[in-house]
C-alpha cells in the first residue's frame, strides 16, 4: 500500500529565515505531487505540482519554490520567510496518467514569527 | 474562472438530524471528490464520483453526483458527534492534474 509521509510536523521560524518541507512517497511509482497551503479557517490553495522528476508547475506567485530531485520527493523552499508564509502545508499524491484523486500527507504546521 | 462553491459554509445540528451539503461547480467536469478535514489534521478521501449520476454510501454518509445540473450533494443521515469535521468538495482543474477545492464545510454536531 502507498504512504506519504511530511516533515517536519511543526516548525516554528522567524521572517526572513529560510524554510525547507519534505514530502516522500512510498509505494507507488512516478506519482504526480502536490503542494498545498491551507491558511487558518480558509480553504487549499495550490501551490506546486509536478507530474516528473524535475518538472514542476507554480500556480501562484510567490516567495516559494519547489524541486523534485527524485520520483518520490517533493521539497517546498523558500529563501526568506514571510509572515503571510505561516500556515498549513499540505503534500498530495496522485497516480499518474489522468486519475485525479489525490491523497494527502499529515502536513506540516508553519508558524512565522 | 473555475469556481466550485460549498453551501452551507458552517452548519450546527443535532444529533440525530438529517441534512445535506451542497457543492455547486463551473466546468464541464464528470468526476468529483470529497474528503473529510478533522481539526488541525489532513484531509481523508471520502468519496470519489466519476460519472453522472452516482451514488455512493459509506455509513452515515451518501454522496451524489448530477453533472448536467453541475451540482454534487452530501447527505448526513441521523448525524452523530464523530462526523464533527470539515468537509471539501473538489473537481478536476484545468491545470495539469490538479484538483480545486471548495471552501469547505464546517459541520459541528451536538448533543
Known amino acids: 500500500s502507498q504512504t506519504i509521509h511530511q516533515w517536519p510536523a511543526t516548525l516554528v521560524q522567524p521572517v526572513g529565515s529560510p524554510l525547507s518541507l519534505e514530502c516522500t512517497v512510498e509505494g507507488t511509482s512516478n506519482p504526480n505531487l502536490y503542494w498545498y497551503r491551507q491558511a487558518a479557517g480558509r480553504g487549499l490553495q495550490l501551490l506546486f505540482y509536478s507530474v516528473g522528476i524535475g518538472q514542476i508547475s507554480s500556480e501562484v506567485p510567490q516567495n516559494l519554490s519547489a524541486s523534485r530531485p527524485q520520483d518520490r520527493q517533493f521539497i517546498l523552499s523558500s529563501k526568506k520567510l514571510l509572515l503571510s508564509d505561516s500556515g498549513f502545508y499540505l503534500c498530495?499524491?496522485?497516480?499518474?496518467?489522468?486519475?485525479?484523486?489525490?491523497?494527502f500527507g499529515p502536513g506540516t504546521r508553519l508558524t512565522v514569527l | 474562472e473555475l469556481k466550485v462553491e460549498q453551501n452551507p459554509l458552517f452548519l450546527s445540528m443535532q444529533e440525530g438530524k438529517n441534512y445535506t451539503i451542497y457543492c455547486n461547480y463551473s466546468t464541464t467536469s464528470d468526476r468529483l471528490y470529497w474528503y473529510r478535514q478533522d481539526p488541525g489534521k489532513s484531509l481523508e478521501s471520502l468519496f470519489v464520483l466519476l460519472s453522472n449520476g452516482a451514488v455512493k454510501q459509506e455509513g452515515r454518509l451518501m454522496a451524489s453526483l448530477d453533472t448536467k445540473a453541475r451540482l454534487s450533494t452530501l447527505h448526513i443521515t441521523a448525524a452523530v458527534h464523530d462526523l464533527s469535521a470539515t468537509y471539501f468538495c473538489a473537481v478536476d482543474g484545468y491545470s495539469g492534474y490538479a484538483l480545486n477545492f471548495g471552501k469547505g464545510t464546517s459541520l459541528l454536531v451536538t448533543p
Open positions: 498530495a499524491w496522485s497516480h499518474g496518467g489522468g486519475s485525479r484523486e489525490q491523497f
